[in-house]
Each structure stands twice: as structure tokens, then as C-alpha cells.
């Protein structure tokens, strides 16, 4: 039997800084995720690994982040990530020092985020984002 796929269309709303930001769950965890394109794979600040039930998999990790900078990563384990009463997807997030990004959205008046989602996780779901609308589409397969 194929399965079709369904379409959702998740709302966004632009930052002072003009970033994408959009409300989604984590493991059931509500939080506010940052939709980054440029980033590589999806991230979660690490000191909300416990909040938001992430286990850690492997060895602590070097990455690189914008602007060539060295940061200290940990892989999670699969989690779900949502957005209310629907799943997405399960990811593994990279978790990261989120302190520096906070900090830089705070000075523009921005609440801090919980996280960011990247290519990984966007290409996975053929995300299309509707910069007009403001609106995330994901393909749910």
C-alpha cells in the first residue's frame, strides 16, 4: 500500500534580527526554534538537554559554527520533534553552548531560543518556507 504525503503548514514569525522563529515540541517539551538553513544540522541548547529529556549519545564533539568558531557539541539521541498535536519527525540534535546566539538575540530585544533547526532536518521534511506568509511548509511522509 503508498502512503501519500500530507503537507503541513507551520506559522513563523520574523525576528528583530529578520530570523525565521516558529514554535515546536520537543519529546512534549514546548519551545521556540530558530529556522536556519545555513546550519548544517539542528541544535539544542545543552543546558536544557534535562528539560527537554534529550539523551546524550557518544563522545563529546569540536564543531564548527558561523563565523568559524569552535564549539563543544554532544550528540542526542533520537527525540520527536512536533508542532502541537503533530509529530514531525524524530532528530538527533547536536547539543550546543546556545549562550553567544541568546545573548545576540537579547541585545535586539528577543526572547532567548531553545534551538535551531538546519538542513538536516528541513531537507529531510522537503521544507518550503513561505517567506510572505510566513508560514513553514513540511512534507510528512
Known amino acids: 500500500m503508498i502512503k501519500s504525503a500530507t503537507t503541513i503548514s507551520i506559522p513563523l514569525r520574523f525576528s528583530a534580527s529578520k530570523h525565521l522563529l516558529g514554535r515546536f515540541t520537543v519529546n512534549g517539551h514546548k ?4 529556522i536556519d538553513t545555513g546550519a548544517s544540522n539542528s541544535c539544542m ?15 563529546p564533539l569540536s564543531v564548527t559554527g558561523a563565523g568559524n568558531e569552535k564549539l563543544r557539541a554532544q550528540a542526542s539521541q533520537e527525540s520527536c520533534l512536533g508542532h502541537q ?3 514531525l ?8 553552548d546556545m549562550e553567544a546566539i541568546n545573548s ?11 534551538g535551531i533547526l538546519g538542513a ?7 521544507a518550503v518556507i513561505d517567506y510572505k ?3 513553514l511548509l513540511l512534507t510528512l511522509k
Open 89 to 96: 519527525s524524530q532528530v538527533e540534535f547536536m547539543l550546543i
Open 31 to 34: 519551545g521556540v526554534f530558530l
Open 45 to 59: 541548547e545543552i543546558a536544557l538537554a534535562e528539560q527537554y529529556e534529550l539523551a546524550i549519545a557518544g563522545e
Open 104 to 114: 545576540a538575540l537579547e541585545e535586539q530585544g528577543e526572547s532567548p531560543i531553545d
Open 85 to 87: 498535536d503533530q509529530e
Open 120 to 126: 538536516d532536518l528541513l531537507a529531510s521534511l522537503s
Open 133 to 135: 506568509a510566513k508560514r
